[in-house]
């Protein structure tokens, strides 16, 4: 029997519901962002914006003085007062960023070693999924050696069919980790890293993108995309009333491995990682990755 763990509160439906509609745009270029991140900071909920840029976002339970904020990989981060926005459309230019990393130089060698962490044989019978609460979820890994190359990422997810697998759509983020925090910290690729599959579990080359890894430690982190092509419903009750819900694929295995040094994380809307698993043995979710040195 499989378990699946839906990272979400139960909000509480009240009147004063509101929606906030609007399109993300590069501010440049005028092109659409697709799947940018929109959310409100202290209700904490969300969602993506879909490929034309266009976003929907109905907030539940509205709290005074909100921020929306906006972000995509490459570009700067906007926060907007909720008193600020109209009824209407909301037109949200977001300038770009260029992400500085040190430049890769991966040289010639007679031969490698490598080295895969985290290794996982199957995806066992427990699944993190998000209900639209949550926005990544990420693996903290460590290297043996300082200045690895990143080759592959091997991310394990729940596939109810076998005939004809659940489709998906994320992103991949690799973040170096905060010496003071210890918490994922700046983005170690520049690039967006995209993955759409039906596959359970998903293996992506990475070599094309030259990712070093500056410390031992580092994490791996899915990205969620809130979108109708991720959905998947469910009626649950809830004081013995039915509720309908939604959660967002993929669905991440969990793994039973009591190792409190490789812990698992999640990201919020407020943008804060929270550590996963403090009452139990499980301290990982099922996503390796392979590096080089």
């Not at 019978?125 to 091997?154: D, R």
């Not at 819900?245 to 993929?250: F, L, N």
Request: net charge positive.
């Amino acid at each position: 029997m499989k378990l699946i763990i839906l990272l979400f509160i139960f909000p509480i439906f009240c009147f004063g519901q509101i929606s906030i509609t609007g399109k993300v745009i590069n501010k440049r270029t005028k092109e659409a962002i697709a799947f940018a991140t929109v959310g409100l900071v202290k209700e904490n909920i969300g969602t993506n914006a879909v490929e034309d840029g266009s976003f929907h976002l109905q907030s539940i339970k509205p709290i005074l003085n909100d921020t929306l904020i906006i972000s995509c990989l490459g570009f700067v981060r906007v926060k907007l007062p909720t008193v600020n926005l109209s009824k209407g459309n909301n037109i949200i230019e977001l300038d770009e960023h260029q992400i500085t990393l040190d430049e890769v130089s991966v040289k010639s060698r007679s031969s490698w070693t490598y080295e895969t962490l985290n290794n996982f044989s199957n995806c066992g019978n427990h699944f993190i999924t998000s209900g639209g609460y949550q926005t990544q979820i990420a693996q903290h890994l460590i290297a043996l050696e300082e200045n690895s190359v990143l080759t592959e990422v091997k991310i394990c997810r729940m596939s109810s069919f076998i005939i004809d697998p659940e489709k998906t759509i994320f992103r991949i983020r690799i973040y170096d980790i905060d010496s003071l925090t210890k918490l994922p910290s700046s983005d170690l690729c520049d690039q967006i890293i995209e993955v759409k599959t039906r596959s359970k579990t998903v293996t992506v080359n990475l070599e094309k993108y030259k990712i070093r890894i500056p410390n031992k430690d580092f994490f791996v982190a899915v990205e969620w995309l809130k979108i109708p092509y991720n959905e998947s419903k469910s009626t649950i009750k809830i004081n013995g009333k039915e509720t309908e819900h939604t959660t967002y694929r993929p669905s991440i295995g969990w793994t039973d491995k009591p190792n409190p040094q490789i812990e698992a994380w999640m990201l919020d809307y407020k943008n804060i990682w929270r550590r996963m698993f403090k009452s139990t043995l499980r301290t990982s979710v099922s996503i390796s990755a392979t590096v080089k040195y």
